[in-house]
């Protein structure tokens, strides 16, 4: 049994990447908390911003709610007693009239001055600009001094720290994967990592005929975001005519096999070649299931040689070549 595998080869990105920026407008970076490579949990401090003057137009703002509320008393208690009045005709309908409007201005001026206040005190919190999420920093272009507009990129963040390899696949393969499959990732310097298909794209580039299948990877020290990888993708076995590797003689690119017939004649014949499975090669044409061939040693033996058994059929048989050599046949394994 052989493995059905799909080899593809892409790069390592990022699972999801944050764009963490200031929302503070004008103020200066006064200090720095995190570096590229941090390791970083959800509402850590990443940086903060001088908020003295923003602190100051919170008091002013405090001091004008304080003003209003006081102007909204005086106000309300005049509109109270000009309802009672209302009745008795002591007071005319216009100064009535006149004192309700002065109420209710009032209560909109203390309304403006808290949504004031409440502007001023979420640009105090601005100045410190916090981790949306778990993650690690995966660039930085924070300076201290530095004077920013609101909405500039201070940081980027890796969430979670995951990461994922989006292999490239010919267009033609892709029915042939789902979501749960394993992969084998190959890393630069031989790393190797077990990853689960996640999800596969519902397009295919126009330019290419590949689509990206999203691989999950696990936590590791080795994989980097933009690394390039190959990989596979394991579908399942198959049943296949094997060989070991030695029994098989590369010449001009093409496999050659020495065949032992029944009176021990040896014949070199030439057979497709498959994959590729530890010690053993696939064969896929030019042999039959029952041939015996030579396992070992055959690179010594000519055609026309003949070769005597010394020992039972089966895997490992040890024969005696014309020449005098000792070797060994095999037969193909389904």
């Given amino acids: ?41 959800r509402g850590q401090t990443l940086a903060t911003f001088a908020s003295d003057t923003v602190s100051a137009e919170l008091a ?18 005049n509109a109270q007693r000009a309802r009672q009045l209302e009745a008795s005709g002591a007071m005319s309908a216009q100064l009535i009239f006149q004192h309700i409007t002065t109420e209710r201005t009032a209560r909109a001026r203390l309304e403006a001055a808290r949504a004031i206040e409440n502007t001023q005190q979420l640009r105090l919190a601005q100045a410190q600009v916090l981790a949306p999420d778990d993650g690690v920093i995966s660039a930085r272009s924070a300076t201290v001094g530095a004077v920013l507009p609101a909405g500039q990129e201070l940081f980027r963040l890796i969430r979670l720290g995951r990461l994922e390899w989006r292999a490239e696949v010919a267009a033609s393969d892709l029915e042939r994967l789902q979501p749960g499959q394993s992969a084998r990732v190959t890393l630069p310097g031989g790393h190797e990592l077990e990853g689960r298909v996640r999800t596969i794209a519902p397009v295919v580039d126009v330019s290419t005929r590949n689509g990206l299948v999203y691989v999950d990877l696990p936590a590791s020290d080795v994989a980097r975001a933009g690394m390039f990888a190959r990989g596979e993708f394991e579908l399942g076995t198959r049943q296949a005519l094997t060989l070991p ?7 001009d690119g093409f496999g050659y096999v020495h065949r032992v017939d029944e009176d021990g004649r040896v014949t070199e014949s030439k057979v497709g070649l498959g994959q590729h499975m530890g010690d053993r090669v696939e064969i896929l044409s030019g042999l039959e299931p029952d041939a015996r061939v ?23 048989i040890i024969a005696e070549g014309a020449p005098g050599l000792t070797t060994s046949l095999t037969r193909g394994q389904p």
Avoid: C
């Fill in 1 to 41: 049994m052989l493995p059905i595998r799909i080899a593809a080869n892409g790069n390592v990105m990022p699972w999801q990447e944050a764009s963490i920026g200031t929302e503070a407008n004008g103020l200066r970076l006064a200090s720095v908390e995190a570096n590229v490579g941090d390791v970083v949990q």
């Fill in 245 to 251: 590797r030695s029994a098989v003689q590369l010449r």
């Fill in 294 to 316: 030579v396992a070992s040693g055959g690179a010594f033996l000519g055609h026309g040689d003949r070769v005597v058994e010394i020992e039972g059929l089966g895997e490992g």
């Fill in 60 to 77: 002013q703002s405090r001091a004008a709610v304080a003003e209003a509320e006081a102007a909204l008393a005086e106000a309300e208690g």
